[in-house]
């Protein structure tokens, strides 16, 4: 069973605008990861926050989680070409092994 | 370098054979995992494995099978039994104990088309 939910399924922006993905989900987390995936690639882990963080920055990345709202977003500002990707959140629950992934947003950034 | 190598890249079947797909990583771990990519979908979890000689069912384990007689090693083989197995097929590893966050490390994948 899917865990995340992101929301939007796909986006389009110029280079050089900020990009926001969100990711909600519906049991407790231990963490909550983001993934990149270019076409036809295998994933690449981007940035991990934990159910105590509220803020988390690396790089042009800048992620939130309110686990309140059982929400996160991920913010990659000055977009560039390169970072046209699909990008997934993911999550760990409390007390398991497995890491349980969303359905992704595509991103495409126009040059 | 360290990493995990999934192989063959592109793999056609015809219907009623059975496939194997490797997947080795040398970075010591010793948790290991199979997911199934979907066009425009999420991962999902087939099997995997937390330590040699031990597996577990995951989602959608129906129609596969796995072995783990090497730390290195987690090999997934698509049965006939699978219904639609034309997918983007991908392995993972993570440390365990612990300090185990989660995070992934992901091989290249393999792409299975049933013909």
């Known amino acids: 069973s899917q865990q995340g939910e992101e929301d939007p399924q796909a986006l389009s922006i110029q280079e050089g605008e900020n990009a926001t993905m969100n990711c909600s989900y519906k049991t407790s987390i231990n963490n909550l990861q983001w993934y990149r995936q270019n076409s036809g690639r295998g994933l690449v882990h981007l940035i991990l926050i934990r159910s105590n963080e509220r803020e988390k920055h690396s790089g042009r990345l800048r992620v939130t989680l309110d686990t309140s709202k059982k929400s996160s977003s991920l913010l990659i500002t000055a977009s560039r070409a390169a970072d046209t990707a699909s990008y997934f959140c993911a999550t760990k629950g409390t007390g398991g092994f497995k890491t349980i992934f969303g359905a992704g947003t595509r991103l495409f950034v126009k040059a | 370098d360290g990493g995990i190598t999934q192989s063959p890249k592109y793999l056609f079947r015809k219907e009623g054979q059975n496939v194997t797909l490797s997947c080795e990583q040398n970075?010591?771990?010793?948790?290991m995992y199979w997911y199934r990519q979907d066009p425009g979908q999420g991962l999902r979890l087939i099997y995997y494995?937390?330590?040699?000689?031990?597996?577990q069912k995951g989602d959608i384990a129906e129609g596969y099978s796995v072995s783990r007689e090497k730390k290195e090693s987690f090999p997934l083989t698509v049965t006939s039994a699978q219904k639609n197995p034309t997918a983007f097929y991908l392995c993972?590893?993570?440390?365990?104990?612990?300090?185990?966050?989660?995070?992934?490390?992901f091989g290249e994948g393999s792409r299975l088309t049933v013909l």
């Open positions: 993972a590893s993570t440390p365990q104990g612990l300090s185990n966050t989660g995070e992934l490390f």
């Open positions: 970075l010591n771990h010793d948790a």
């Open positions: 494995s937390q330590i040699v000689n031990d597996f």
